[in-house]
């Protein structure tokens, strides 16, 4: 079993299967609108479900990366899920971002900041807090949840759209076995690009400019130029002493994302003094059976962080 959870997609089935542990009266226990459009790219609409709890909502929100191996599907939500956010009433923003092999990982980073956009500007309509938004995600989705994170930024005040005019920082962080370090994968030194990547996810490091020359896209070859590229989406180069509380879970079996991606992203966020913590999967892979259970340990995470607010000292 735990060599068939050495893949986003089973690591998914496993959260799935646990799933169906949780009580009917969880399922029906919450509001959800479908395909919300927080934004629009290549003539596609990017979209998200919005799953509300139906008693007691705490005014808090929490973005929900949908993306295994960075792609993402719409029919992956399944709110049976945030069941351990819904019950504490939050409100769970499952997010749905434009999927590789059509995109590679800086243009789906562009999704998930326009998508915390949309949340903090329409905080009001879902009556939230905008100044206290969490967000998760496991694997590929936990990567993108660091990346926000990290290197969420202010808006451009003179941006046409006024969604584009607010900040897209979060609060409070707390993820599953996340990539962290494509220049230092598994050892220091140890680059992965899209020539040793696993086949199924290459395409999301396979970066390409527009040649206006040539009215045609270029993959990028230089090595010095997909260094610089590698390096900004990994989250561990953004980490900044502003940076929100951080927690990752990961399993010490996990032979997809090496356990070295969350050890190093840890301690660099509490050298910053960001207050940090990992959780350690004892014989664990990509993913196992009972990760629902660890789901209410996210949910613990956000209730200390976004409840009261950023501590100010690191733990």
């Not at 502003?242 to 660099?268: C, F, Y």
Request: aromatic content about 8%; hydrophobic content about 40%.
């Amino acid at each position: 079993m735990r060599k068939l959870l050495q893949s986003p997609l089973l690591a998914c089935l496993a959260v799935l299967l646990a799933a169906r542990a949780i009580d009917a009266e969880d399922v029906s226990s919450y509001v959800r609108t479908r395909d919300v459009i927080y934004g629009r790219k290549a003539g596609l609409a990017l979209t998200m479900d919005v799953v509300v709890p139906k008693e007691q909502p705490n005014g808090l929100g929490v973005l929900f990366v949908v993306s295994g191996g960075w792609r993402s599907h719409p029919g992956a939500i399944r709110p049976e899920m945030y069941a351990p956010f819904l019950r504490r009433g939050y409100t769970v923003f499952a997010v749905v971002h434009g999927t590789q092999p059509k995109f590679t990982i800086p243009e789906i980073l562009d999704d998930v900041h326009r998508a915390v956009r949309f949340i903090r500007f329409h905080a009001k309509e879902y009556h939230i807090d905008p100044d206290r938004l969490g967000i998760t995600g496991g694997s590929a989705g936990g990567h993108l949840a660091l990346m926000i994170g990290t290197a969420g930024a202010a808006g451009d005040p003179k941006a046409p759209d006024p969604v584009d005019r607010v900040s897209s920082r979060v609060q409070a962080v707390a993820c599953f076995f996340p990539p962290t370090d494509f220049l230092n994968w598994g050892k220091d030194g140890a680059i992965l690009d899209c020539k040793n990547m696993d086949r199924r996810f290459r395409a999301a490091v396979d970066f390409h400019v527009f040649d206006w020359d040539q009215s045609i896209f270029q993959r990028v070859t230089d090595e010095k130029k997909v260094r610089e590229l590698l390096h900004d989406i990994s989250p561990i180069s953004h980490v900044s002493r502003d940076d929100p509380p951080t927690l990752i879970i990961h399993g010490d079996k996990d032979n997809l994302v090496p356990l070295q991606q969350s050890e190093r992203m840890i301690a660099k966020l509490k050298e910053a003094g960001v207050p940090a913590h990992l959780i350690v999967k004892k014989d664990c892979g990509h993913g196992w059976l009972t990760i629902l259970k660890d789901t209410e340990t996210l949910a613990d995470w956000f209730d200390r962080y976004l409840k009261m607010g950023p501590p100010r000292a690191a733990e």
